[in-house]
Nanobody, 117 residues
Framework: QVQLVESGGGLVQPGGSLRLSCAAS?????????MSWYRQAPGKQRSWVAH???????NYEHSVRGRFTISRDNAKNTVYLQMNMLKPEDTAVYYC??????????WGQGTQVTVSS
């Protein structure tokens, strides 16, 4: 029922910025849900980056805290990840996730972020 469509990935130089977007459809975005960003670098396990609850509470993985900002626009059914001061180690496929009512889990298709000079 829920579909997540991501955009905004690309190639950026170290120190640069990108903003990822994840648009949700098929379910009320204002329903009780938590939106998260995960990432997976080549040869590594998928790891959690950040999440935000339906009422705007957010948290971050330690290595991105202070550089990344997660936000959501319930009117647009969209969650964002503003990525500043990007480092080569941020290079990964970034995935959007929704956990609906604490039990139902949905994933986006992933978007590539490459940080390289």
């Amino acid at each position: 029922q829920v579909q997540l469509v991501e955009s905004g990935g690309g190639l950026v130089q170290p120190g640069g910025s990108l903003r990822l977007s994840c648009a949700a459809s098929g379910s009320a975005f204002s329903d009780i849900n938590t939106m998260s960003w995960y990432r997976q670098a080549p040869g590594k396990q998928r790891s959690w980056v950040a999440h935000i609850t339906n009422d705007g509470r957010s948290n971050y993985e330690h290595s991105v805290r202070g550089r990344f900002t997660i936000s959501r626009d319930n009117a647009k059914n969209t969650v964002y990840l503003q990525m500043n001061m990007l480092k080569p180690e941020d290079t990964a496929v970034y995935y959007c996730q929704m956990v609906l009512r604490g039990v139902h889990q949905y994933w986006g298709q992933g978007t590539q972020v490459t940080v390289s000079s």
